[in-house]
């Protein structure tokens, strides 16, 4: 049972709240206020899923009153996120946890999503090229979801979330788990059927927290029901860390804690004749983005200007999702230098973020001849409308997973003041070889078509061949079935994290250069990894635009 209308939102004091009744649950969503710029800057990739199993039913007053005294709302503020009261359904009515379906979480997940495109807690997801809105969410990142149970509802979780099940997750069906439980006041013995979901025990028993202890790798407790103060803590401290992405736990680093510098910037550019986004038709427009650096990297005496890279995410992602999962913001910390990543791009064009550049490099102190873009999916196309309109800004480009077909923009509208064909820029590109989505050249010929474009860009010394012999039509003879033809290096890097193998074809140019690096990962979907970002800066990094 989906939600298929922008649910009735009241204005409270301090926020706002709206409600809506799927198969197997109720959701009441508090939005509590926030100072954080929410519509231009997304945070909903960082922020903790709040989804709370109050031991009995509450109303609106109360639940608004329930999350201010935990310390929930104060949570949710810091993120520019929700807070999610869940009430079983049995045959249309609030029923009580006893007589609830085992199975709510994966009906919750199935309603909950991260988009670009929010309101009041709900996601409008909006299709980028159908033109049209596919359904409204929960606005809820399921791979930080954090349960907080309180007496009854604490019981539900015991006995039935502590463990991986099967629900529709980032990327279709897949095994999901809750990032974190946090249970108050059990009364039943807890049923852990995997050891890898971490659990805070407030006030429970000496024998479920012998049990916890003795069956979960992550786990803390407090003998009493915490403070507000002590439960935000007990947040950042511990739960903070963990996300889980399709199964597996992750554990984020604490890079801010290491010394990394996030710091949002809001920038007004003027809006180009070419803008198709929301933006289209406006005279000026807002562009929000994520700057993330070592600290010190600008202010010792002896500092010089540090190198650039642009990021743009994939299309319905956001700043942190591609900072996070892609491991920029870790490979930008690992090499002192400036990562900028973009938030919602498809509203701005090649041209704006030319004038953004300029914005950028009076504030930081940018080396202008080290200048790079990359991007996974959506964003890897905005990285190819910088190589064929701004070529001269960049030093290396990696776009990665995705491309239109030459000439056209992320708007797949064609470039009418033409394309740079004249200008060679390196470039590092990669696929997965399993991916649903065009990406490599065997699947589909606007592929095959950048491929060679780049190689003739780039003056390969087998531009020629690539151009004469590799057709969709004798694939079946090509002798590399991905991208037809052999680098004339080949390198392969072993990616332990995800047993997958990174293969890189390396083309000469006619100057003795590898400027054109075809990549391919197996196992690999739809998917963009640091892995493969790691070696994307290695390549983009030896070069320069003088």
């Not at 100072?35 to 009995?56: M, S, T």
């Not at 940018?366 to 999916?377: K, L, M, N, P």
């Not at 990696?398 to 200008?423: L, Q, R, S, W």
């Not at 590799?470 to 052999?486: F, H, R």
């Amino acid at each position: 049972m989906k939600m298929e209308t922008m649910p009735e939102v009241t204005k409270t004091e301090n926020g706002v709240f709206w409600k809506n009744t799927y198969e197997k649950f109720e959701a009441q969503v508090y939005v509590p206020k926030t100072e954080l710029p929410g519509d231009i800057l997304n945070y909903g990739f960082i922020a903790p899923y709040l989804l709370v199993f109050a031991d009995k039913p509450l109303q609106q007053n109360e639940a608004i009153s329930f999350a201010r005294a935990k310390g929930l709302e104060k949570l949710a503020a810091a993120f520019d996120s929700s807070v999610v009261f869940i009430a079983p359904v049995a045959d249309g009515k609030i029923c009580n946890w006893k007589n609830a379906e085992p199975d709510i979480l994966s009906e919750i997940i199935s309603n909950s999503r991260i988009h670009q495109y929010h309101k009041d807690g709900v996601v409008i997801a909006n299709n980028f090229f159908r033109h049209s809105i596919d359904g409204y969410y929960i606005r809820g990142a399921i791979f930080r979801a954090v349960l907080i149970g309180y007496g009854e509802g604490a019981d539900y979780i015991a006995e039935n979330c502590l463990h991986h099940f099967e629900g529709d997750g980032l990327w279709g069906r897949s095994d999901l788990a809750p990032a974190t439980c946090i249970l108050n006041g059990l009364t039943v013995a807890p049923e852990v059927g995997a050891d890898d979901i971490p659990v805070i025990s407030y006030g429970n028993s000496d024998d479920a927290n012998a049990l916890f202890e003795s069956r979960c790798k992550h786990f803390i407790k407090r003998a009493c029901e915490p403070s507000p103060e002590e439960f935000i803590s007990d947040y950042y401290s511990f739960a903070k860390q963990f996300r889980r992405m399709n199964g597996p736990l992750q554990i984020d680093p604490d890079l801010e804690k290491d010394g990394l510098v996030i710091e949002p910037g809001i920038a007004e550019v003027k809006t180009s004749s070419d803008n198709c986004g929301d933006d289209k038709g406006t005279k000026n427009h807002k562009i929000g983005y994520f700057a993330f650096y070592n600290k010190g990297l600008f202010d010792s005496p002896d500092a010089k200007p540090v190198p650039l890279v642009l990021g743009f995410h994939g299309g319905g992602d956001s700043c942190f999702f591609f900072s996070t999962m892609a491991g920029w913001a870790k490979i930008a910390h690992r090499h002192n230098f400036l990562l900028v990543t973009i938030e919602n791009h498809l509203n701005s064009t090649a041209t704006e973020m030319i004038e953004l550049l300029e914005i950028l490099k009076k504030k930081y102190s940018i080396d202008t001849t080290r200048i790079y873009a990359t991007g996974f999916s959506m964003g890897g196309c905005k990285t190819w409308d910088m190589i064929q309109e701004y070529p001269e800004v960049l030093a290396a480009a990696a776009p990665m997973d995705a491309t239109f077909d030459v000439g056209c923009n992320v708007y797949g509208n064609k470039v009418e003041k033409g394309i740079n064909t004249t200008v060679p820029v390196p470039v590092f590109y990669a696929g997965g070889e399993v991916t649903p989505l065009p990406e490599l050249p065997f699947q589909e010929q606007k592929c095959l078509d950048r491929m060679a474009y780049v190689l003739l860009l780039n003056n390969a010394e087998l531009a020629e061949r690539y151009e004469q012999e590799v057709t969709l039509e004798n694939k079946d003879t090509w002798e590399n079935k991905i991208w037809g033809i052999n680098g004339d290096e080949v390198e392969q890097s072993y990616d332990e994290s995800r047993d997958a193998t990174l293969t890189m074809q390396k083309f000469r140019s006619t100057d003795g250069r590898i400027l054109s690096v075809f990549a391919s990962i197996s196992g690999q979907g739809h998917d963009c990894r640091e892995h493969t970002c790691e070696h994307a800066w290695q390549f983009m990094s030896q070069f320069t635009r003088q």
